[in-house]
């Protein structure tokens, strides 16, 4: 039950009392109070208040009136402001973004080392490497020795790459969030399997329903591919941190809270990879879980709320497939469309509460199962033997819920 009588009398005496002309002439106004407003401003000017005992007794009606209706009008609308506050936080959605976003990166990042051009550049480099070089013996087993450790010597790569990242998220009756930011990463390509780190930063901002939300969110995580045969393997192991503030306008009246946010998350893919006519077609499936815990906060103001802490656990599967095509050893162009499904989903439910008072209002959290549309695509050029230039755009798509995304990165080899 939301009836906090006292402490919007509180309110309404130290904001609306004594001040009744200011607010009529150019204050805030709430809804229908104006025609109460506006019949007291006819008794003061027709000069009866204080005249007769009945005037005296209509105006303090009207403003007994008056009152009652502005606690449930503030009530209403405190009560919206706050809901929508929670809903808004509940959502994750700078979150749920920069992991699409990170996880696009990683697979241009990937793809680019699957090149089976590289192959033939080992053996190119092996020989070049060779010429001059004298064996103590000449048979084919030496050869061979020293050709497969050039090979591999060319094949084991350090690679260091950055992209920088950007994202736009619309959800149905919530505030859009924009993001941008930077990914770079290092990783170490063996003959059968690939080992990588990354870490990366991005500033996101959602404003609307008169909240701004505003929030710097830093990913580190551990990447690997491993091949049997034609099928190919992807983990990807990361933790996170999201420091927010926000900020929400309320009759005027500002409201600020900072809070802090983990998260963490494991994804694994697998394929099997067909070829056909230099076209790697691969069908693949996939499984992802995410932990998402917002610490308990308490926002300043006119009016203290405490808010409690909320966690969120989803695991979803994946059905879709990787068409690649390359170019030359440096260049390819990849598209990948997948379906994705919750297979699993708990939340605690968000609670606000006045500071020192039992009263809450509760926004139930959202275990509904979704189904999304996500497509990514990208290519890369390169610039030179150790420099080549990516871009990638993707999106997760369902009916209530867009988030676009894109990338523009750099790598280097040595």
């Not at 009246?253 to 963490?264: C, K, M, V």
């Not at 990879?273 to 995410?290: A, C, E, H, S, W």
């Not at 139930?364 to 150790?386: F, M, P, R, W």
């Not at 990516?390 to 009916?399: C, E, F, V, Y």
């Amino acid at each position: 039950m939301y009836m906090l009588q006292g402490r919007w009398r509180c309110f309404i005496e130290a904001h609306f009392v004594g001040s009744t002309t200011a607010y009529y002439a150019g204050g805030p106004k709430i809804g229908t109070m104006q025609k109460y407003f506006d019949r007291i401003e006819y008794f003061k000017n027709n000069g009866t208040i204080g005249v007769e005992a009945g005037s005296v007794n209509a105006i303090i009606e009207l403003a007994q009136e008056i009152f009652n209706t502005a606690i449930k009008e503030l009530q209403s609308l405190e009560k919206n402001s706050i809901q929508n506050s929670l809903e808004a936080l509940k959502l994750n959605t700078n979150i749920n973004s920069i992991i699409s976003l990170s996880k696009n990166a990683l697979d241009a990042r990937v793809i680019s080392l699957l090149n089976p051009n590289n192959s033939s550049m080992a053996l190119a480099s092996a020989i070049k490497n060779l010429d001059g070089v004298e064996f103590a013996s000449c048979d084919d087993e030496a050869l061979a020795c020293m050709i497969r450790d050039y090979t591999k010597r060319f094949e084991t790569n350090n690679n260091l790459w950055a992209n920088i990242l950007g994202a736009k998220a619309y959800l149905k009756n919530s505030p859009d969030t924009k993001i941008y930011g930077f990914i770079f990463g290092y990783d170490y390509a063996f003959d059968s399997d690939i080992v990588g780190v990354f870490f990366s930063y991005a500033k996101a901002k959602s404003s609307g329903d008169n909240i701004v939300n505003s929030s710097d969110n830093y990913q580190l995580g551990i990447y690997s591919k491993s091949f049997f045969g034609n099928s190919e393997l992807d983990s990807k192991i990361y933790y996170g941190i999201s420091k927010s503030d926000y900020s929400k306008n309320v009759l005027n009246s500002i409201y600020t809270a900072d809070y802090d946010t983990n998260f963490a998350g494991i994804e694994l893919e697998y394929g099997y990879v067909f070829d056909t006519n230099n076209i790697f077609i691969k069908p693949l499936i996939g499984l992802n879980y995410n932990y998402i815990k917002t610490k308990d906060f308490n926002e300043s103001g006119d009016i203290n709320l405490h808010y409690n802490k909320t966690t969120n656990k989803n695991a979803t599967a994946k059905l879709g497939v990787e068409l690649r095509k390359y170019y030359d050893e440096y260049s390819y162009f990849y598209f990948k469309p997948a379906l994705e499904r919750d297979i699993y989903k708990s939340g605690t439910d968000s609670v606000a509460n006045f500071v020192g008072n039992e009263y809450s209002i509760i926004s139930q959290a959202d275990e509904k199962k979704h189904t999304y549309i996500n497509t990514t695509l990208g290519a890369e050029v390169s610039l030179n033997n150790s420099f080549s230039i990516n871009a990638n755009i993707g999106a997760k798509l369902r009916n209530n819920e867009k988030i676009y995304n894109g990338t523009l990165g750099v790598k280097y080899k040595f």
